[in-house]
């Protein structure tokens, strides 16, 4: 089972605008950030816009210009989910309900609890399948119809597989698989003890990995069902991001961007690699959806880019009051959100960097 060697020294690292040679200097970005005026849970790109959603029920769409975002009430209480399905928003809330928010502000309740119970996790396809988890039940609906699965316990993670008709669910005790084939409805439990969360494919749909409550990341190898854990984590890995090719696994948890390798037979055995080391824990990792860079944001509000290959930074944004609780790329790689738990969202326009 890896584990992270000893972090690195605290050097500075070489500072470098993306797209830019050495000997340039760095670029700077143009940004607008917004207070959304409640901690930010969730943030998604939305094809040519993106998508924010808060802990008082707010889904929240900009395009660019923040102080033109459009912004509706989805929810009576805080958003602990989000998907992005082709009509809009998909969001669960602490108040029982799976609600749809279009990107001109109109929503529209799709489910809601008899019992009141959280809509707790949240996904959805291109296709516009959706999916979500209350109490201990699993649901899905595909081509307007529904289904019910049962589950061991509350569900901790959820998410579609990237090529074929499945759908992981983590909980505790492991991930249960369920093909959503209509008329098939098989599952299979990749088990491992203990709290599972925060749960990926890899874009090959080879692997299935879970950030864990106790603080280290698990995964599977679906061929032949071994399994390997991740340790060494000082904080809790709550935030994972494949690369594109689906070669690298960055992991948030640690003082730096920890990135496993998934090349070959995957990262057993292996150590990770490890970019942009700061005195204070990254919470937020995002891998650019084109080239080998990681968007990093870190407890104390700071979010920088870093470069693989080379291991230069670039600022995005200097420290705030509170913990970066979520990033994402558009799909084009060109402009980047985050959120901050005291409530900001910001967006970031690459345009003038040169290549990104």
């Known amino acids: 089972m890896p584990r992270m060697p000893q972090p690195p020294g605290s050097g500075a690292p070489p500072r470098l605008g993306i797209g830019q040679r050495p000997g340039e200097g760095v670029a700077s970005v143009l940004g607008t950030e917004r207070d959304l005026g409640a901690p930010v849970t969730a943030v998604l790109d939305a094809t040519g816009t993106f998508a924010f959603a808060t802990g008082e ?29 082709p009509s809009g ?18 929503t529209r309740e799709h489910w809601k609890s008899p019992q009141r119970r959280w809509v707790d996790q949240v996904a959805a396809r291109t296709d516009g399948t959706i999916a979500w988890t209350s109490g201990k039940s ?25 090529r074929s008709n499945r759908l992981a669910i983590a909980h505790y005790g492991g991930v249960t698989i369920w093909n959503i084939d209509p008329g098939d409805d098989t599952t299979q439990l990749y088990e491992w003890k203990g709290s599972h969360l925060e749960t990926h494919w890899s874009p090959d749909e080879k692997y299935i990995v879970t950030a864990m409550q106790e603080g280290a990341i698990h995964g599977w190898r ?26 690298w696994l960055a992991t948030s948890g640690a003082f730096e961007a920890v990135l496993w390798p998934f090349v070959g037979k995957g990262p057993m055995g292996k150590a990770p690699d490890q970019l942009a080391h700061r005195t204070h824990m990254v919470s937020a ?72």
Do not use: C
Not at 89 to 103: K, N, P
Not at 316 to 334: L, N
């Open 57 to 85: 029920g707010q889904a929240v769409f900009a395009v660019g210009n923040l102080s033109e975002a459009v912004i509706a009430r989805a929810h009576d209480g805080a958003i602990l989910s989000a998907a992005i399905t």
């Open 89 to 106: 928003l998909l969001t669960g809330g602490d108040d029982g309900r799976l609600v749809l928010t279009t990107t001109n502000g109109e």
């Open 138 to 162: 699993a649901f899905v609906t595909e081509a307007g119809d529904t289904r019910e699965l049962a589950l061991p316990t509350a569900a901790g993670g959820l998410t579609f597989a990237p």
């Open 222 to 247: 679906l061929v032949d069902s071994n399994d390997f854990a991740m340790r060494g984590y000082p904080g809790k890995p709550r935030s994972l991001s494949f690369s594109r090719k689906g070669d």
């Open 285 to 356: 990792v995002a891998f650019h959806p084109l080239n080998p860079y990681v968007a990093t944001g870190y407890q104390d509000g700071v979010v920088l880019l870093a470069r693989q290959e080379d291991r230069r930074e670039l600022m995005i944004r200097k420290s705030g009051k509170g913990p970066v609780t979520g990033i994402a790329w558009s799909a084009d790689g060109k402009r980047l959100a985050y959120g901050t738990e005291d409530g900001l969202a910001g967006i970031v326009d690459f345009a003038g960097v040169g290549k990104v």
